[in-house]
């Protein structure tokens, strides 16, 4: 029992107490969403009718900036946090619900070109970011995370390699902090790259889901080139995730063997315990779909409550990004962050840049 | 991820992660729309 923390017994909140507080914020992202969906509607039309030189903004950019408004303006009271925070739930139900769109031979034809390509881009981004860490002088541990951060799946990828390898809270905020601004910088630059490279919605949809490192920032920068664009990221993104258990494994070892973080026992157990399970899901239901479980309208009401769970994702993204807070954070991690992702967006498009001349995409 | 907490019974023997949960929410949704519960869903 000695290694077991022995704390005061606090009052549990009972379940139906967290459903109730979850409820304002949802009701927020909802709100947010949909009048990201009204203005995409109604602004264009209105802008047409006028005889304006408009361009169309998709929901989802409206969303985001409505969200990002609010975050960097008014902020968010208490009330709405705990529901706000519930936009992972969205996306990863989001992204389950996304399989029924996918063919289980699509996602292997797919899924196998881009393994080669996120196993590359993972040993290339793992090995630049702890360099440019070692460059910048950054604690080891702190370099560990902002590298996973970049090379697997963002939060949650920080939040996993956090408890393996014992790294201080301060220095998970910093990369959290990071990847979280520079995720946000994506979803403004990569859109605009991709069209000015003519991309074609194969290559870009890689590309997003290689070289954005937040799932939500992942699926919202492929929806805003267009919906086969933001396909492609989630399974590409998707893959990606599916890695966090090997190497979030790996770096546990590593720390574990300099005597700095605890012995990985049961290493089938650790693996099983950091697999996204929602990645999982999503391929059961592609099954189902490819199998004929559901029919072609009942495929068509899938693939809408995916978008509807995208919706309050995107609101989700603008409302819990706060650039002030990222700021109180620091420089120098986020200097690191930036120069990583940047080499690593630069690095991932070549990736993408080169398959698609080899594939004839 | 999460730290093992001694203190009482208060842990959850059946606590199930956001994924998990996402999972079931998603296939529970499905299931619903299989069995034409939810018909038709508009975007």
């Not at chain 1, 574990?256 to 929602?278: D, E, H, I, T, Y």
Request: contains cysteine; aromatic residues 12%; charged residues 15%.
């Amino acid at each position: 029992m000695a290694d077991v923390i022995t704390v005061p017994q606090v009052q549990p909140v009972q379940p139906a107490l967290r459903f109730l507080r979850v409820i304002p914020g949802v009701l927020l992202l909802a709100a947010v969403g949909y009048a990201g969906k009204l203005l995409e509607q109604n602004v264009g039309a209105y802008a047409k009718a006028h005889h304006w030189t408009f361009p169309n903004i998709e929901y989802v950019l409206w969303a985001i900036v409505l969200g990002l408004a609010i975050s960097n303006t008014v902020g968010i009271p208490e009330l709405f946090r705990s529901g706000v925070a519930t936009y992972e739930f969205w996306l990863k139900a989001g992204i389950v619900l996304l399989g029924s769109r996918f063919l289980l031979g699509d996602i292997l034809k797919l899924g196998g070109v881009s393994l080669v390509l996120v196993a590359i881009e993972i040993a290339g981004s793992l090995a630049f970011m702890t360099l440019l860490g070692r460059l910048f002088q950054l604690k080891p541990k702190l370099t560990t995370l902002l590298a996973v951060g970049s090379a697997v799946c963002g939060v949650s990828a920080i939040i996993a390699t956090k408890g393996a390898i014992e790294a201080d809270d301060e220095d998970s905020s910093f990369s959290i902090a990071a990847i979280l601004a520079l995720g946000a910088l994506a979803l403004f630059t990569f859109p605009v790259i991709g069209h000015a490279l003519h991309l074609s919605d194969r290559a870009y949809g890689l590309w997003a889901g290689l070289g954005v490192d937040n799932t939500a920032e992942a699926t919202a920068a492929g929806a805003l080139y267009s919906d086969a664009a933001g396909k492609l990221a989630v399974l590409v993104k998707s893959t990606r995730n599916a890695m966090i258990g090997f190497v979030v494994l790996a770096y546990a070892i590593y720390w574990a063997s300099k005597g700095q973080a605890r012995a990985v026992g049961n290493k089938a157990k650790f693996l099983w315990q950091k697999f996204p399970k929602f990645v999982l899901g999503f391929l059961l239901i592609s099954v189902l779909a490819t199998y004929h479980f559901f029919n072609k309208e009942q495929v068509g009401a899938l693939a809408n409550l995916s978008r509807w769970a995208f919706l309050l994702t995107f609101a989700g993204v603008g409302l819990r990004t706060n650039f002030g807070e990222m700021r109180k954070q620091g420089l120098r991690p986020f200097a690191v962050g930036a120069i990583g992702e940047v080499a690593i967006a630069g690095f991932t498009l070549a990736l993408v840049y080169g398959a698609s001349k080899i594939f004839g995409w | 991820m999460s730290a093992e907490v001694a203190g009482g019974k208060s842990q959850s023997r059946w606590k199930l992660s956001l994924d998990t949960w996402a999972v079931l929410v998603a296939f529970l949704l499905a299931l619903l729309v299989r069995t034409g519960v939810f018909k038709h869903i508009p975007w």
